[in-house]
């Protein structure tokens, strides 16, 4: 069992840069990978970025790259999304999410979920 809790999201005026932190409690948190996600009200919710349980291999949507980056401490027990120059358009609630493969999160096969932080970036 993995429990996660986000943390870091808040409100920013656009072009502001939030780190959004998910750490995980268990003792195997460095054989999952890690996604972030969010979801906008009225929309579905979908994958941002995902990390390996090494780190080494990362996927990130294209529409964001260059403004979000994912990253992992495995000895924290902690992932984290740095999202700069954010957009208000990035306002939603994000989600971290553990899964066995970078491909699972993509297809959202997800093993566990947090509960969400909300972001809010004003124009």
């Known amino acids: 069992q993995v429990q996660l809790v986000e943390s870091g999201g808040g409100l920013v005026q656009a072009g502001g840069s939030l780190r959004l932190s998910c750490a995980a409690s268990g003792r195997t948190f460095s054989s999952y990978a890690m996604g972030w996600f969010r979801q906008a009200p009225g929309k579905e919710r979908d994958v941002v970025a995902a990390?390996?349980?090494?780190?080494?291999?990362?996927y990130d949507v294209d529409s964001l790259r260059g403004r979000f980056t994912i990253s992992r401490d495995n000895d924290k027990a902690t992932a984290y999304l740095q999202m700069n120059s954010l957009k208000p358009e990035d306002t939603a609630t994000y989600y971290c999410a553990a899964a066995g493969t970078t491909v699972q999160l993509r297809d959202m096969k997800i093993d566990y979920w947090g509960q969400g932080t909300q972001v809010t970036v004003s124009s």
């Open positions: 990390i390996s349980s090494n780190g080494r291999i990362t």
